[in-house]
């Protein structure tokens, strides 16, 4: 439908042929639809008792996981719709690092009530407005509910450390890796002013398959996972004085075709000689600062190699900028990009520098360094796969406790704080007038999903869980929540189930954006790609929509359609 009638019913040609459009109610309809769809695939994947899902991408790669984020970011979805709830995930990722299945639920939710009020002639303005306005009394509600707590005490941090690893496949080892978690976050928190905060990526994570997770340990220092360059070389350095070097230690080879002309023997003799006069000249440098061990980001020569080694120093080549980075940090030296630059000032230093055999690779170990800013969590597991679903368990269980470090409230979770701000909620709805009171008791409705589905997941009955839970907390206990473990509602607090505010109150704010900005759609134009790639499953829309930028504006940024309709 690529013409307008005018008022004189002259068809104008607005889009060109091969341009698609769906407007008002259909539109609506299909967005709905399809953000619906992405909430009920991550759904059954909530909570200690959720499924996990097995991805294969085109290549027959496979990723088993039970993480949001990541299945929704595996699955390549087209939906204009879809991708915002996609979106969402990882912004929530990115924000607090976990809940986000919980964000993808919610959105669905949220979506499926609007859904009725718009077919009881709601218009989805007045339900934006609505959710809005109980969107933000939801986080005060829960700011209200939360309990400030010291933001380095170590027992609580364990607990949300522990929390977040309970729905994963990294439970039976939490007590250990949280352990672990805690344990690197407080050795790189900086304090300022009574305030934490963490840098994540001061955290180096290495994983290695090959052996079973408890295995997993934490490193005082740097782990590369490269090996000592030549055999000669020391395995072992105590007291090591460090040198980091992102030049190459090796002649460059001129760009251009240069060509040298060697007629007899001598001459090859004297081009070698000079060659390893150079390469003597560069490792003299480095012996010069006093270093004991050189870690290079570029290669290092053969001739270079038999050198240093010849020295006793302890080199290791190729090490990637971003441990470079984390060495420099931990062990206090500075990256020198010129050799005649290396003085013994510039230097770091490590109680240990050694070579170690994880399975069947050796690692060198930068340990025991003089600002333990810097901290390597080894993972280990069975497998390839199960390890890499142990980093994005370990992910989010770092960034929780880092988010409390950071913002020291804590809420209950099993489905506790979302059940405490929907009937928070629905009493101020009453105050309300007209149709927005609609939407701000459907808000409600869709909070109460979060229990809902945990207790489905749980193979519990639903509905009876949920009112059970109500009337709990109406009696003023704030701390009840379903222990999906125990397969009951109790107290969440006694039960260690405590989650940062900051998640919480990310879920909301994220889900009721992506709700809103999609209800707000009334009309979806599918631009014609001239040679794009043919349309996309199931005679959808084509490809090309999904070009719409994530942000389509942000919230309230969308240019009012109304006019169109
Ligand atoms: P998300 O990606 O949203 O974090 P999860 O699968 O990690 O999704 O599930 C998180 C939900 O599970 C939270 O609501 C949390 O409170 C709840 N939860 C975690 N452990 C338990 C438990 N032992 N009992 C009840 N609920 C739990
Ligand atoms: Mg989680």
Not at 199 to 217: F, L, R, T
Request: hydrophobic share 40%; proline share 4%; glycine share 8%.
């Amino acid at each position: 439908m690529a013409a307008q009638a005018t008022k004189a019913n002259m068809p104008v040609v607005l889009l060109k042929d091969g341009a698609e459009q769906s407007k008002g109610r259909d539109a609506q309809k299909n967005n709905i639809a399809a953000a619906k769809i992405i909430a009920e695939i991550v759904h059954t994947s909530l909570g200690p008792r959720g499924m996990d899902k097995m991805l294969v991408d085109s290549l027959g790669d496979v990723t088993i996981t039970n993480d949001g984020a990541t299945i929704l970011k595996e699955i390549d979805v087209q939906h204009p719709a879809a991708k915002m709830l996609v979106e969402i995930s990882k912004t929530t990722d990115n924000e607090v690092g976990d809940g986000t299945t919980s964000a993808v639920v919610l959105a669905g939710a949220l979506l499926e009530h609007a859904e009725s009020l718009i077919t009881q002639e709601v218009h989805p303005t007045i339900i934006v407005d609505g959710y809005r306005k109980a969107a933000k009394k939801a986080k005060q509600f829960l700011d209200n509910m939360a309990e400030k707590v010291p933001a380095n005490d170590k027992s609580t941090l364990l607990k949300i450390a522990k929390t977040s690893m309970q729905t994963k496949l990294v439970r039976k080892d939490s007590d250990k890796l949280a352990e672990m978690v805690v344990k690197a976050i407080l050795s790189v928190a900086e304090k300022t002013n009574e305030k934490y905060a963490v840098d994540i990526d001061d955290i180096k994570v290495e994983k290695k398959p090959g052996s079973s997770i408890n295995e997993s340990s934490i490193i005082r220092g740097i782990v590369l996972d490269k090996e000592i360059v030549h055999s000669g070389m020391p395995k072992k350095v105590t007291d090591g004085k460090i040198a980091l070097v992102n030049t190459a230690l090796e002649i460059n080879k001129t760009e251009t075709d240069a060509k040298i002309n060697i007629s007899n023997p001598q001459q090859m003799k004297s081009f070698l000689d000079e060659e390893n006069k150079m390469l003597k000249t560069m490792v003299d440098k480095v012996i010069g600062s006093g270093a004991t061990v050189v870690l290079c980001q570029k290669g290092i020569d053969d001739m270079a190699q038999h050198y240093l080694s010849k020295a006793g120093i302890l080199a290791v080549r190729r090490v990637k900028e971003s441990d470079m980075t984390k060495l420099a940090k931990a062990t206090g030296a500075r990256i020198v990009s010129n050799l005649d630059d290396l003085f013994e000032k510039d230097l770091g230093s490590a109680e240990l520098i050694q070579e170690k055999k994880v399975e069947e690779d050796n690692w060198v170990f930068v340990e025991g360094c003089k600002h333990p800013k810097s901290v390597t969590l080894l993972l280990r597991a069975g497998s390839q796969r199960v390890v890499d679903e142990v980093e994005r368990s370990i992910h989010d269980s770092l960034m929780v406790v880092r988010d409390v470090m950071e913002y020291p409230s804590i809420v209950a979770g099993g489905g506790s704080p979302e059940t405490f701000a929907a009937t928070k909620i629905r009493n101020w709805a009453k105050s309300l007038e007209g149709r927005e009171q609609l939407a701000v008791e459907k808000f409600a409705d869709a909070l109460e999903s979060i229990p809902l589905a945990l207790a489905e997941n749980a193979g519990m009955d639903p509905i009876d869980t949920l009112t059970n839970l109500r009337s709990k907390q109406i009696k003023g206990e704030k701390w009840i929540g379903i222990d999906v473990m125990k397969a009951k509602v109790g107290n969440m607090q006694t039960s260690d189930i405590i989650e940062p505010l900051a998640v919480k109150q990310q879920i909301i704010s994220a889900a009721s954006e992506a709700a809103c900005m999609i209800l707000r759609i009334d009309d979806v134009i599918a631009t014609a790609k001239s040679a794009g790639p043919p349309p996309g499953a199931e005679g959808g829309m084509p490809p090309g929509m999904g070009g719409m930028p994530p942000g389509m504006g942000g919230m309230g940024g969308m240019p009012d359609m109304g006019g169109m309709m």
